[in-house]
């Protein structure tokens, strides 16, 4: 069993930039890939980016690139959303997830490809 924990969400205005992060309980971190969501009210989870294990490939939706970078930290067991420029349609519950894979293919994109979720944390941008 995983478990992870999401932080760093918050109430932030238009153009400002906030990190998320999200910590592992298990050991092996590097042998997984890690990807983040995010959903907003009355809609469905939709794909944000995705790392490989090694963190050498990285994906990202069409919605988000260029203002966010997913980065990883195997030593700490942790992942990241460095997310710059937020636009109030960013606004939604984020969440990190987890694949017992190295490598990242096209299922990436699919949220059901995850074995393990975090609980979410909250991303408001205000106008």
């Known amino acids: 069993q995983v478990q992870l924990v999401e932080s760093g969400g918050g109430l932030v205005q238009a153009g400002a930039s906030l990190r998320l992060s999200c910590a592992a309980s298990r050991s092996s971190f590097s042998t997984y890939i890690m990807g983040w969501f995010r959903q907003a009210p009355g809609k469905e989870r939709d794909f944000v980016a995705a790392?490989?294990?090694?963190?050498?490939?990285?994906r990202y939706a069409d919605s988000v690139k260029g203002r966010f970078t997913i980065s990883r930290d195997n030593a700490k067991n942790t992942v990241y959303l460095r997310m710059n420029s937020l636009k109030p349609e960013d606004t939604a519950v984020y969440y990190c997830a987890l694949k017992w894979r190295t490598g990242l293919s096209s299922l990436a994109y699919s949220s059901a490809y995850y074995d393990y979720w975090g609980q979410g944390t909250q991303v408001t941008v205000s106008s």
């Open positions: 790392i490989s294990a090694s963190g050498g490939d990285t």
